[in-house]
């Protein structure tokens, strides 16, 4: 899960670059991606763009989406035990506590740079009205922005059969989520320390 969201950070700073040149067409480790100009949508370099895939921590770039569209960076929201507990074996988390009081700023933060799967599902739960509500407006969305080959059944990316995208689809997605200076501001971000909660008087620096 790491090394995907590692990977779709080198997507962003690719897609940041307004102009890109190369004398030879670099090394990409990856067995699908999709490379675009940020500006015009032009695509640069290309493999297998339109295989289906599983999206893994890559999910969390439209969380944030719906996160900046609908909700209040300044809002606190409360994280629910079922959001705790559904972050899958193993799943990347930042030890958030039920019933933990955490504004969506730093929220998204914890999501986006240490991938915490706790803080998108308490994202979903506090943006819309259930997690299933939430999945609901992200298929949505990625309609709307034209990723036709994608279906969300979770925000955080754990995994699912039935949770899917191609790399074509997520350079939509990703080119969509860098036309907000929040998520420019904190996908640059390299390191991080939560403010304090009423369960946590400091926090390990994300």
Do not use: C
């Amino acid at each position: 899960m790491k090394r995907l969201l590692a990977m779709v950070i080198l997507l962003i700073v690719f897609l940041s670059q307004s102009s890109v040149a190369f004398s030879q067409i670099p090394e990409i480790d990856a067995g699908a991606y999709m490379l675009v100009d940020l500006e015009t949508g032009e695509v640069l370099l290309q493999k297998n763009s339109d295989q289906v895939l599983y999206p893994a921590s890559t999910t969390k770039i439209m969380t944030a989406i719906l996160a900046l569209e609908n909700g209040d960076l300044d809002q606190v929201m409360t994280a629910s035990q079922a959001a705790i507990d559904d972050i899958g074996v193993n799943g990347s988390n930042i030890g958030i506590i039920a019933g933990e009081k955490i504004k969506l700023e730093n929220l998204l933060q914890a999501m986006l740079i240490s991938s915490a799967n706790e803080a998108a599902n308490i994202i979903a739960e506090n943006i819309a009205e259930s997690r299933e509500e939430f999945i609901r407006m992200m298929n949505s969305k990625a309609k709307q922005l034209g990723a036709l080959n994608t279906r969300f059944a979770n925000a955080s990316g754990i995994h699912d059969e039935s949770h899917f995208t191609t790399a074509s689809d997520m350079a939509k997605i990703a080119r969509y989520a860098m036309t907000f200076p929040k998520f420019r501001e904190i996908v640059a971000t390299k390191t991080f320390t939560m403010q304090p909660t009423n369960k946590h008087s400091k926090w390990e620096t994300l």
